[in-house]
């Protein structure tokens, strides 16, 4: 059942000029919770991803590997990036590439309308350009090279060369939306999120907009622009549009009307270029803005940005071959706060995984279901009267489901799992003071010990359902354990939000062997 609500979310288009690290699975597993919380929730929810396939660098890398760039690219999404949505349980809703005919179809419609708008014109460019970036870079970003470097100018984020590039090209009228810019951070002050972020931006509006470089005439692997097919379409701008063409726009006007506008959530350093560029091309296009920009931090290994050129780059699969995938998303979603940098090491890693996973939430499912396998049966039992610490746990878990939904509206996903894990806590305190395993010795305690697991596996059904969207197999396991599967139906079908109902699983309920669900690992890491 749908409420109505519209719920569209997107990554950022990934450049798939290499293979991925854990830095583009932090962000495509952060956007993917979000999605899966709203649907459950049951907000009409579209999540999007994809691949950015155009441009100078892919130019180059196909060049390097000696293939045509789509021969490179169609290697490199089948081979990698594909790979990476099964391995980390993602289930995004469409995939979009550059390349495809949907695509670039509507682009080109795009451009033609600001261009027939009047917000495009020809001129002349000069400046210093990072491949890396795909960016002609700002004052800000351009700094003197040090080493094998000095004497050059180098880009801030890639610590590569620029270069100096003279083309004509067409440019798109930027300056004209300072104002209006400016108006829109002013009256939806949470368009662009974290707070840092917003005053990164205003920041930089603030100081002036120049007009921007919408093309490029020294090669040719791109969008041809269309009234001058000697030009292809700046890659940023080609990519940006994704985010509306996969939806629709200039082919479908129901499905567009359905979907738009979208969030987005971006890593830090392409911030600008969607919380600027992106709403003042919709502006002059007459297109409703996004809804927000979230920005999250980067993820640093050793100190330093995750980073292929860098040697810091670590391949998801090196995690997940290890810890598994719900491994893998708890610890990024939950270790690191959402909007802010965070540094990954494997020493914290495994801490985590033992702690919180294993002997947190692992531990508290194995000990209840075998209690109501060894006490009951297998049976889960009806509850008696409940006393003020069965109360407690009632109002921990109605607790949690506010507070963490509250949290997932501000795209804080650590502090929906915080919220979340005072049931694990609250449980596993319950567990060890009412002492189950004493009150299964006394006849005339048979009463009490239902209600303690019931308590239990009533508690432990929320948690499934309220954990589902972070660690989608394991929640998985324990709701099929917990028998729900067979009276209540699909884990990911459960409403969201009505979580902290009490009294949701049926006594009666048959509890099935439950294999621990986080693994002691025995490798080295």
């Known amino acids: ?199 990164e931006v205003v920041s930089f509006v603030r100081s002036g907009l120049k007009d921007l470089s919408i093309s490029r005439s020294a090669f040719d692997w791109g969008i041809r622009v269309p009234w001058d ?39 830090k350093d392409i911030l600008r270029f969607h919380a600027v560029i992106w709403p003042a091309m919709l502006m002059a296009a007459g297109v409703d803005v996004p809804r927000g920009v979230f920005a999250h931090g980067w993820l640093l290994v050793g100190g330093e940005k995750m980073s292929k050129s860098k040697l810091t780059g670590i391949a998801p699969a090196e995690i997940i071959d290890v810890f598994g995938s719900d491994a893998y998303r708890f610890y990024f979603l939950s270790a690191i706060a959402f909007g802010q940098d965070g540094s990954f090491s494997w020493e914290d890693l495994s801490a985590r995984y033992q702690a919180e996973l294993a002997n947190g939430f692992g531990n508290l499912a194995s000990r209840a279901t075998a209690m109501i396998e060894r006490y009951f049966e297998g049976i889960v039992p009806a509850p008696s009267t409940y006393l003020d610490g069965d109360l407690a746990i009632q109002r921990t878990v109605a607790d949690a489901v506010t507070a963490a939904d509250a949290a997932i509206e501000r795209f804080r996903i650590d502090e929906a799992i915080t919220a979340i894990w005072t049931i694990v806590d609250a449980l596993n305190g319950y567990i060890t003071d009412n002492e189950p ?11 009490r010990l239902g209600t303690v697991l019931y308590t239990a596996a009533e508690g432990l059904r929320a948690l499934a359902v309220l954990l589902s969207p972070v660690m ?54």
Request: aromatic content about 12%; hydrophobic content about 40%.
């Open 472 to 525: 989608p197999v394991a929640t998985e396991k324990l709701w099929i354990a917990l028998g729900a599967a067979e009276t209540l139906g699909r884990l990911q079908d459960q409403p969201i939000r009505e979580a902290g109902t009490w009294g949701v699983l049926t006594s009666g309920t048959s509890v099935n062997g439950l294999a621990p669900l986080f693994p002691r690992v025995e490798q080295s890491v």
């Open 1 to 199: 059942m749908t409420s109505g609500r519209s719920f569209y979310i997107t990554t950022p288009i990934y450049y798939p000029s290499d293979v991925p690290h854990i830095g583009h699975g932090y962000t495509t597993v952060a956007v993917d919770t979000l999605a899966r919380w709203h649907r459950q929730a049951g907000d009409d929810t579209w999540m999007l991803t994809g691949t950015d396939e155009h441009g100078q660098k892919m130019l180059r890398a196909a060049a390097a590997n000696g293939v045509t760039p789509q021969q490179w690219v169609d290697k490199l999404v089948a081979e990698a990036w594909f790979p990476l949505l099964t391995q980390l349980d993602v289930a995004n809703d469409d995939f979009i590439r550059t390349t495809q005919e949907r695509h670039e179809e509507r682009v080109r419609a795009f451009v033609q309308a600001l261009y027939d708008r009047g917000y495009i014109y020809a001129g002349e460019y000069e400046a210093l350009y990072c491949v890396g970036c795909e960016e002609f870079k700002p004052e800000a970003e351009i700094v003197d090279g040090t080493g094998p470097f000095e004497g050059l100018k180098v880009c801030a984020i890639h610590s590569i060369p620029l270069e100096l590039l003279q083309e004509k090209n067409y440019f798109f009228k930027l300056s004209e939306f300072q104002d209006r810019l400016l108006e829109l951070y002013s009256s939806v002050p949470d368009f662009v999120r974290p707070e840092s972020a917003r005053n």
């Open 229 to 267: 097919e000697t030009h292809v379409i700046y890659v940023w701008v080609d990519a940006l549009l994704n985010y509306a063409t996969a939806v629709g726009y200039g082919s479908d006007p129901e499905e567009f009307a359905r979907r738009w506008p979208a969030y987005h959530v971006v890593g």
């Open 437 to 447: 395993w004493v009150l299964a010795k006394d006849d005339a305690q048979r009463e």
